[in-house]
């Protein structure tokens, strides 16, 4: 029997455990003012209320546009009219968050229960919030197109398809691969070769949708790429930022940039012989930044 079998197993040993450490003492904790508690919680409360306001108004945006998103065939038109309106409300609760942080810390200041480098931590925090802000938009956005460019994707391979017959037998052409440019396919059928050309839905697509399905893919390193951006911005002091922080930058922008221009390239055959030599520019750039730490120096040279 099988568990019987199981049982008659050798159980293995148990890993050997290292004594436990004698538990380190708590740190000592800042002496803080119950001003101070209340003053960051209520900064800190500002900024969880104008994120709750952004996110209302973007799930109405994105509700609205779904009706839209399924008339979409060849013209994100439609779309980026209402999705104009809401740029301005985004600008609004920036700038509200903005002059929520100059109330709070003349408050701050004024209470003299925080140093400056509590003070100016408090501040970084606008700037993540910012950032955070900025990044909901474009990702409520950046779905809402991912979509409809999906919608035209669709509609061009059906108009598309139709014509795509063979010249010398008229069977259906197969395994058409939607692109913007001419291509040679060889019908099943008969084995003749053809020249497909892309219909105008194609071409509409390629020129206007490929781009949102581009970004909407690399997204997850986009995002990342400014949040670590934003984060770089707030030391002060240069020779602070962690090492791991900068060598996590460059592989999230290759990470973004390579998949991006892929994406757009798959949709864009002419581009494809462009794609290193723009993503080469885009490292450049962010070795540029980078070479700015000695850190990142000091590693490029130990990496050779
Ligand atoms: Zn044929």
Redesign the pocket.
């Known amino acids: 029997m099988l568990s019987w079998f199981k049982k008659s197993k050798p159980t293995p040993a148990p890993e050997p455990v290292a004594p436990a450490a004698e538990p380190l003492p708590p740190p000592t904790p800042p002496a803080v003012s119950n001003a101070a508690v209340a003053l960051v919680q209520r900064w800190d409360a500002t900024i969880a209320e104008i994120r709750a306001r952004l996110h209302d108004v973007l799930f109405e945006a994105v509700t609205a546009s779904e009706p839209l998103v399924a008339t979409i065939r060849s013209d994100l038109a439609p779309l980026v009219l209402p999705w104009n309106t809401i740029t301005p409300r985004v600008h609004a609760l920036r700038e509200e968050l903005s002059s929520a942080w100059n109330a709070i810390s003349d408050e701050m200041s004024a209470s003299g229960a925080f140093t400056h480098e509590a003070l100016y931590a408090e501040g970084c925090k606008r700037d993540l919030a910012g950032c955070e802000l900025e990044l909901m938009h474009e990702r409520a956005l950046g779905s809402v197109m991912a979509r409809a460019a999906d919608r035209m994707l669709a509609a061009a391979v059906t108009t598309d398809a139709k014509v795509h017959a ?1 010249n ?4 259906a052409l197969e395994r058409v691969t939607p692109v913007s440019r001419s291509l040679n396919v060889t ?1 099943a ?4 070769l053809n020249t497909v050309h892309p219909g105008d839905a194609m071409r509409m697509f390629a020129a206007s949708g490929a781009i949102h399905l581009a970004a909407d893919e690399a997204r997850p390193s986009g995002d990342a790429m400014r949040r670590m951006e934003t984060q770089l911005r707030q030391y002060r002091d240069k020779a602070a930022v962690p090492i791991a922080l900068l060598i996590e930058l460059e592989a999230t922008t290759h990470q973004y940039w390579s998949t991006r221009l892929a994406v757009e390239a798959r949709y864009n055959p002419d581009d494809a012989p462009y794609v290193q030599p723009k993503l080469d520019r885009h490292m450049k750039d962010v070795l540029r930044t980078l070479r700015q730490y000695w850190q990142w120096r000091d590693y490029e040279t130990q990496r050779g």
């Open positions: 063979c010398q037998c008229g069977a019908c059928y008969c084995n003749s």
